[in-house]
């Protein structure tokens, strides 16, 4: 098989061999770390199975395993010829009350946004809803196509009531949502959000340069000030191969 391309070999892995952690978890879980990190560089090649289980002194199907995670993440991919290739270090977001925009400035990924729609109008039933807002009540609606490192990564509709906040389109395309709210004195502090999954439409797909039916997270989010003043609804797709939501669990 052919060899992997210089600065791809994975540096050494501290295994511990009495932890319940399976090994190719471990494995595979330093792999991500050292891609996010920059280490192992995007568009890089992974040894090959054999040689990088050699090397870490743990079985072939063990690095099978671990491969297979990270491909499954979106992390690494199998190219015919070309063996195994490092695509991206997936956007991990803790999930707690911040702001995409916010978490990857945050990590230096280079967050750039084009608003796609800003106009102002009723609230759709189900915002004024959500936002408790009467019938008459007016929001800044508004559209944008967030990037990560030069790359689409999240369609984000929100709504914004028009006495919390004016909006314009140079404000949208500087700086994140939250921190225009938390400029203006609504900082949130509170939020009910709800994540889910489906596939990308024909549109949605072009926005975001991927394919049509490709996996998509979604996530809803209405969020109130220390007052207890709903500040913004948000509706928002990331495409799934790029993006992940991170919990820590505890008992």
Not at 72 to 88: F, S
Not at 130 to 137: K, Y
Not at 153 to 166: C, E
Not at 231 to 245: D, K, M, P
């Amino acid at each position: 098989m052919e060899r992997s391309a210089p600065g791809s070999l994975v540096p050494e892995v501290g295994l511990d061999r009495t932890s319940p952690v399976p090994l190719y978890f471990q494995v595979a879980s330093r792999v991500q770390q050292l891609i996010e990190s920059g280490e192992m560089p995007v568009g890089g090649r992974l040894e090959n199975e054999l040689e990088l289980a050699e090397r870490l002194g743990v079985s072939r199907p063990t690095i099978r395993r671990a491969v297979q995670y990270l491909v499954e993440r979106g992390v690494l991919v199998r190219k015919r010829g070309a063996g195994t290739q490092i695509v991206h270090p997936k956007v991990r977001r803790p999930v707690e009350l911040t702001s995409l925009y916010d978490d990857l400035a945050k990590t230096g990924q280079k967050p750039r946004t084009e608003v796609q729609t800003l106009r102002v109008g009723p609230a759709p039933d189900h915002v004024a809803e959500a936002l408790g807002l009467d019938g008459n009540a007016h929001v800044t609606w508004i559209e944008r196509l967030r990037f990560a490192d030069g790359e689409p990564l999240a369609i984000m509709h929100n709504a914004v009531p028009v006495d919390v906040l004016p909006l314009g389109r140079a404000d949208l395309e500087g700086h994140g949502l939250y921190e225009l709210l938390r400029a203006a004195g609504y900082a949130p502090r509170m939020a009910s959000q709800v994540v889910g999954a489906r596939v990308a439409t024909t549109a949605e797909a072009r926005m975001l340069g991927d394919v049509r039916g490709a996996p998509l997270l979604t996530m809803t989010r209405t969020a109130w000030d220390a007052s207890g003043q709903a500040v913004e609804y948000g509706s928002h797709i990331y495409r799934a191969t790029r993006y992940a939501f991170e919990l820590t669990l505890s008992t």
